[in-house]
């Protein structure tokens, strides 16, 4: 599911990351310690499914976001919380910047990403995995 803009994949949102990995948006949020630092990646567990990631004393909270049939997004905040939609991820991110919206702390400072799109991440994940536990000294090459 793209959130983007087509032919824009990066200028529309830049707090969005992409195929960020879990350890890797950690690391980027914790770095500099501050509460509210946050960003969006795609989910790794869940196809189609953003995760909105957020600081808060030193330890980094996830939110699903998912898009609704009706191009709405729903988030899942804490347990019990009404349902929320919105229009789009812009005014997603516009509500959760002020407090006490159902976040652990409200969003104060967006981790922009870099110029480019780093879609190698993910990718580079799954070749790894797949000969980590390899028994052979051979691995067979399709043509």
């Given amino acids: 599911m793209d959130y983007r803009v087509p032919g ?23 770095e500099n310690g501050r509460d509210g630092n946050f960003l969006l990646r795609d989910s790794e567990s869940m196809p189609g ?18 898009k609704e049939r009706h191009g709405f997004y729903n988030i899942q ?12 991820l812009k005014e997603l991110i516009s509500t959760f910047e002020k407090p006490n919206q159902g976040l652990v702390v409200q969003l104060g400072h967006p981790m922009k990403q870099a110029s ?3 879609r190698w991440r993910r990718s580079q994940i799954k070749l790894d995995s797949i ?10 090459v399709l043509p």
């Fill in 131 to 140: 000969y980590e536990n390899s028994n052979s000294d051979y691995v067979e």
């Fill in 116 to 118: 480019f799109c780093p």
């Fill in 8 to 30: 824009r994949p990066c200028v529309d949102l830049p707090y969005y990351h992409g195929p960020l990995s879990k350890k890797d948006c950690e690391t980027l949020l914790l």
């Fill in 77 to 88: 905040t804490v347990e019990g919380a009404p349902k929320r939609l919105f229009t789009d």
């Fill in 49 to 66: 499914v953003l995760c909105l990631c957020v600081s808060f004393k030193n330890f980094v909270y996830t939110y699903r976001i998912f």
